[in-house]
Structures are given as structure tokens and as C-alpha cells.
């Protein structure tokens, strides 16, 4: 789920003429309904464009937040991203199944092929919360529920828990390397867009000072130009919701 900041300038540079991610069928056993099988789409191309899209101020990067990328089971009415689908403990596995049981979310789930609806959205938040997962991760969901909710009153409302969360990770946590870095931008980010602009300028120039390793090189260096730029836009009002949902290519 790591924010893919690391990304070069050159390397956007070069992203691919077709603007597409394709993915192709697959199937995989339901975790929840033996014998039956769940719609697990594995992804075929991509390319680097995917962090030039609007989706960026969030740290959200396709395919992540397609509706492919939430696997589907018809029988049970489970869902989840491919990276935690069949990965829980007993006590995980046994809460889900009687919170499945009790929603019946199923025959929802076979009236809505498709897109990603209010009611899979918040289905699938509740199956998270379900699961034990550390902070950085639940940081991450808000991000990604705030852009699923672009323009809603409600994305905000992620927000403003998100950079709850990132000021307890930061005061209480070790943050290091890509993972201070995302919670210092996020925190830049969101302050602005809640109007504590001089917060969100100290926030972003801590970033210029972490010290990390340039993708390319190999070496030590300190920031993350990507993210940089990034902060720029948003001090420069080009991450503003009516600016960035206009433009946005997903």
C-alpha cells in the first residue's frame, strides 16, 4: 500500500501512450462459502501515468482504487484487496464470517457488477474494521475512502481522521524513511485543505530534510522530489477538489 512517491521526474516522463491498466478474469476459492469461487480480476498492464493522475494528492494510485482491485465473492458476500483477500487469523476469519453472516451482502454484490457503490464502499469498511491491521494501514483505508467519495461531504470527513491518525503516528511512532515521508506530506496536505496553511508549510519543508535513497542511484539523499512537487501544487491551489475532480482521468 506504499505511497509510490519515489517515482522520478524521468520516469513520469516516460509513461506509456495507451492510458490504460487492463485486467483479466480469475477466479479464486471463497474463503467464506466451500465449493464456490469468488471474481479475483489479476492486473495485465499499467504504467507510470498512473501517478500523474488526480488521485495523487490523496497518495491513492491506480489500479488501487479501481473497482477491480476489490475482489468479490458472490456466495459469501466477502470482499477485499488482493494483498489481504485470504490472509487472517482465526479470531479475523471468525468475526467476518458472523458479520457475513448477519449482512447478507451477496445478492448485492450480483446486482452490482461494476463500479464501487456507496453500499460495497461501506461494506467493505466494515470488513476492515474487522481485521487487525496496524495504524499506517488504517491511514491508508482513510486516504482511500476519501477519494472513493470524491466531491462528498463524507471524503472530508476521512480527512480530517486521517490527519488524526498521522499526528499520533508521527508523535508516537518511529517513523522512518517512505513511511515519514508519507505521513509528512499527507499532514502538509490535509492541513491546507482544512485552512491551517502555515501547519501544512511546516509540515512539507520537514520533507526536504528525510533522508532516503534515490530510487535510481542507489545513493543517500535527502526528500523525495516527487512529493516536493506535489506540495507545491497543493500550496499553489492546484490539488483544490473543483480544480483536481475537473481533471481527473480515472
Not at 490472509?87 to 458479520?99: L, Q
Not at 491508508?140 to 503516528?169: G, I, T
Request: with cysteine.
Amino acid at each position: 500500500m506504499r505511497a509510490a512517491f519515489l517515482i522520478t521526474t524521468a520516469a513520469l516522463a516516460l509513461a506509456a501512450s495507451a492510458r490504460a491498466i487492463t485486467f483479466g478474469n480469475e477466479t479464486k476459492p471463497d474463503p467464506f462459502a466451500p465449493g464456490k469461487t469468488c471474481n479475483t480480476p489479476q492486473m495485465h498492464s499499467w504504467g507510470s501515468y498512473v501517478y500523474g493522475w488526480s488521485s495523487k494528492y490523496d497518495l491513492i494510485f491506480s489500479p488501487r482504487d479501481y473497482p477491480m482491485w476489490v475482489w468479490r465473492c458472490e456466495e459469501s458476500g466477502y470482499i477485499s484487496f488482493p494483498s489481504e483477500f485470504g490472509k487472517f487469523s482465526d479470531a479475523e476469519k471468525a468475526r467476518i464470517a458472523k458479520y457475513l453472516a448477519e449482512a447478507n451482502f451477496g445478492p448485492t454484490l450480483k446486482a452490482e457488477r461494476g463500479g464501487l457503490s456507496e453500499a460495497v464502499l461501506l461494506h467493505l469498511e466494515r470488513l476492515y474494521e474487522l481485521r487487525d491491521h496496524d495504524d499506517l494501514f488504517r491511514a491508508y483505508l482513510l486516504r482511500y475512502f476519501a477519494w472513493q467519495n470524491r466531491a462528498k461531504p463524507v471524503a472530508d470527513e476521512y480527512r480530517k481522521k486521517a490527519l488524526v491518525l498521522y499526528r499520533k503516528l508521527l508523535e508516537t511512532s518511529d517513523l522512518k524513511g517512505d513511511d515519514l515521508l508519507e505521513a509528512l506530506y499527507i499532514l502538509g496536505c490535509y492541513s491546507y485543505k482544512f485552512g491551517q496553511v502555515d501547519e501544512a508549510k511546516k509540515y512539507f519543508e520537514r520533507i526536504k530534510a528525510v533522508e532516503t535513497t534515490d530510487p535510481e542511484t542507489k545513493k543517500p539523499r535527502r526528500g523525495a522530489p516527487y512529493l516536493e512537487g506535489l506540495a507545491k501544487d497543493v500550496l499553489e491551489g492546484k490539488a483544490d477538489d473543483k480544480v483536481r475532480f475537473a481533471n481527473d482521468q480515472n
